[in-house]
């Protein structure tokens, strides 16, 4: 995130949270959110395993929490964002988020498949087959 545009979004966030909106400054690192998924996913306290990869499916889910914010500051707020920023923010988005979510769930055990489209199709959306 450029630092324009991480200011226009703490700076959405400040006015809403104002106790709360350094969580999302790139200076923040949510341990604390780490280990309550880490906590809510773990069914057997004692299993270090399970552990380890809860906590590692917390990792995955926290590291992109600047692009969250910037797509819950632009929906809220997008005439506060210029063209340039956005193309930018989706770039940066659409390069990092969806391997941190795709590693968050295949240790989570989700298969790994794009459900929008199905075996007839490519990932452009082409049609294989008669």
């Not at 104002?18 to 069914?43: K, M």
């Not at 914010?69 to 659409?94: G, H, K, R, Y």
């Amino acid at each position: 995130m450029s630092e324009d545009s991480h200011d226009i979004v703490l700076s959405i966030f400040r006015e809403a949270f104002p106790d709360r909106f350094q969580r999302l400054s790139a200076s923040h690192f949510p341990a604390d959110v780490i280990t309550r998924i880490r906590e809510a996913l773990s069914t057997d306290t004692r299993d270090e395993s399970e552990i380890l990869k809860n906590d590692s499916i917390g990792q995955h889910l926290v590291e992109w929490q600047r692009s969250a914010a910037f797509i819950v500051a632009l929906t809220l707020f997008p005439e506060q964002f210029s063209d340039e920023l956005i193309q930018e923010e989706i770039e940066f988005l659409l390069l990092d988020v969806p391997a941190h979510i795709r590693e968050a769930a295949r240790l989570s055990g989700f298969p790994d498949k794009n459900i929008f489209f199905d075996d007839t199709q490519t990932e452009k959306g082409a049609v294989v087959g008669p």
